[in-house]
């Protein structure tokens, strides 16, 4: 079966922390680099970090310095550390397979809002 189910998000102000966290069927995480998405508002999706099965991480501009991804392999899960955050980061979270499993294979996404 073929599950991604992201949680962590919340409200938090401008400069605050959070702390993001999905479950992954195997299917979808076992040996693959996996990825933190997101979706603003009006905005196509964008892939803000990503690791491989080894723990390489690769960040986007936006978010590098502040955000930290990492994945517990023998529990099948991914974590995104986001620290000071900006109202520019409020977006629906979404963890994947880099590139993503399939389009049906998106979770529902967790909220994060930053007030400014």
């Known amino acids: 079966q073929v599950q991604l189910v992201e949680s962590g998000g919340g409200l938090v102000q401008t400069g605050g922390s959070l702390t993001l966290s999905c479950a992954a069927s195997?299917?979808?995480?076992?040996?693959?680099?996996m990825g933190w998405y997101r979706q603003a508002p009006g905005k196509q999706r964008e892939l803000v970090a990503r690791i491989t099965s080894g723990g390489i991480t690769v960040y986007a501009d936006s978010v590098a310095g502040r955000f930290a991804i990492s994945r517990d392999n023998a529990k099948n899960m991914v974590f995104l550390q986001m620290n000071s955050l900006k109202p520019e980061d409020t977006a629906v979270y979404y963890c994947?397979?880099?590139?993503?499993?399939?389009?049906?294979?998106w979770g529902q996404g967790t909220q994060v809002t930053v007030s400014s």
């Open positions: 195997g299917t979808i995480f076992r040996g693959n680099t």
């Open positions: 994947n397979r880099v590139p993503f499993y399939t389009l049906g294979s």
